[in-house]
């Protein structure tokens, strides 16, 4: 058995070793320093005797380096190599890592019945799944990057040591993955530790102790055998921040990570939001691409970066003035074009009818209109409107007082004769609506006073000349 050394000793890059066995480009050696994945850490890069390693598992209890399909020669059973781990991926990985346990120490400080789902680091961000009581909005992303980025300003320590089970069970907040405890837990006799900040420590603001709040990402991956060399820790004034089960590799001090930048949110389940953040490189250009478009913003509404949620408060209170202003302008034009269509003369539904065409509208749009023409004295009983455009509509709409009263949400058509009349001689918009459907297509629907209808497969002018001669 050959456990990876990377959780214990992350800072080593090089090494030598003998190598075990070779199968095909299966190569396990007596020891390793590559970090094998697992727990949402990606494999370490990087190369044995200079051939490129494209994975590294484990199995069975040994580290499998599997090497790059385009080696020319691989190492033989005895051989010592030389080995090298990707520094700047090693860095990124153990930076993001870190960085996840510091967010989650941020969401305790946060929320209540807080649980842990899932992590994942990639090359460009890290994700971290919570479980929380009521879903997160973007108050508390702002919240949790704050805190997250005011742990790493702290600088507060971070330790490893390897304690029996029962022991770390027993610590106060610790979190543990229920993904992967029974495979990692049973059975077992120790558990690595990971803690940000001194345990024992206050606990500043934290919520909850943390034990239904899961986040031993990496100890289904155990594979530190060693202790950080800082012994046992107790209260020494810094605070306790985050305390998880892991074996994972991570940074001695917050302060090395770096900036933290909370990128987005996400709902991949019921109950669980996945927030996405960055570190290193990708946060940094994050973080200025949001200034430079809150600087953007600020020069467009004349205003100060600080001041620019006033200054939209301000834009949109003028923008639905305008809206306004426009949608009764608007009514006011269709209005008046509904107004010069030429009437018929009462047909057999014993009604005075104006029928024509307009462009520019939809068919919700000319519901106020119509009943506002309807209403005027010396207005006709009723009104069709046909939509001339691509896509040709019918409306038709009817005074209540031209049917003694009148219910929208009646279907008005059970008793509708073919020419539009009801079987009491009124009008009756739907009546006419599903006459017009009949004869040219579409579908629609409606009650006595308002009915629409669409689709209709025929020119404008031909529906109107139709409902004319009817």
Not at 62 to 76: F, K, N, Q, R, S
Not at 247 to 270: A, C, M, Y
Not at 443 to 466: C, I, K, M, R, S
Request: overall charge negative; glycine content about 12%.
């Amino acid at each position: 058995m050959t456990a990876s050394r990377a959780p214990a000793e992350p800072d080593v890059r090089e090494f030598e070793a003998t190598v075990e066995s070779v199968d095909g480009r299966e190569v396990v050696l007596d020891e390793t320093y590559f970090y094998a994945e697992s727990g949402g850490q990606p494999a370490d890069r990087g190369t044995i005797d200079g051939v490129l390693v494209a994975d590294v598992t484990e199995r069975d209890g040994d580290v499998i380096h599997v090497l790059d399909e385009g080696a020319e020669t691989l190492p033989e059973a005895g051989e010592t190599v030389s080995a090298i781990v990707d520094d700047a991926f090693r860095t990124y990985c153990t930076r993001a890592h870190t960085a996840s346990h510091v967010l989650y120490g941020a969401a305790r400080r946060t929320f209540e019945d807080l649980g842990y789902a899932g992590f994942d680091i990639s090359e460009t961000k890290v994700r971290v799944d919570l479980t929380t009581a009521e879903p997160l909005d973007d108050t508390d992303l702002i919240e949790l990057e704050r805190l997250a980025n005011r742990a790493v300003w702290d600088s507060l320590p971070v330790s490893w040591e390897t304690l029996p089970e029962g022991e770390a069970r027993a610590l106060d907040g610790i979190a543990f993955n229920a993904k992967t405890e029974e495979g990692a837990m049973s059975g077992s006799e120790a558990v690595r530790v990971v803690t940000i900040g001194e345990r024992g420590g206050e606990r500043d603001g934290e919520q909850g102790d943390g034990r239904d709040g899961e986040q031993g990402d990496g100890r289904d991956g155990d594979q530190g055998d060693g202790d950080q060399g800082d012994g046992d820790q107790r209260a020494t004034g810094v605070p306790t921040w985050d305390v998880a089960a892991c074996g994972g590799t991570h940074v001695r001090n917050t302060s090395e990570i770096g900036p933290i930048s909370v990128l987005d949110r996400s709902n991949p389940g019921e109950g669980v939001t996945r927030v996405e953040f960055a570190v290193g490189p990708t946060a940094i250009d994050h973080e200025a691409a949001v200034h430079a478009s809150a600087l953007d913003a600020a020069t467009a509404l004349d205003a100060r970066v600080g001041d620019l949620p006033d200054a939209v408060d301000r834009l949109r209170d003028r923008a639905d003035r305008l809206e306004a202003d426009l949608q009764a302008a608007t009514t006011d034009l269709l209005a008046a074009r509904l107004r010069e269509f030429p009437t018929r003369e009462a047909g057999s539904d014993g009604a005075t009818w104006a029928v024509g065409t307009v462009e520019d509208a939809e068919p919700n749009d000319l519901r106020e209109p119509a009943q506002r023409v309807l209403a005027a004295e010396g207005s006709p009983d009723a009104i069709a409107a046909v939509g001339a455009g691509d896509a040709p509509f019918v409306v038709a709409a009817v005074a209540e007082e031209a049917i003694g009263g009148g219910d929208d949400d009646a279907s008005g058509a059970e008793d509708a004769a073919g020419d539009g009349a009801s079987g009491d001689d009124t009008p009756d918009a739907g009546a006419v609506v599903d006459a017009v459907t009949d004869e040219f297509g579409g579908g629609g629907g409606g009650g006595p006073t308002f009915a629409q209808g669409g689709g209709l497969d025929a020119d404008p002018e031909t529906v109107v000349t139709w409902l004319r001669d009817r």
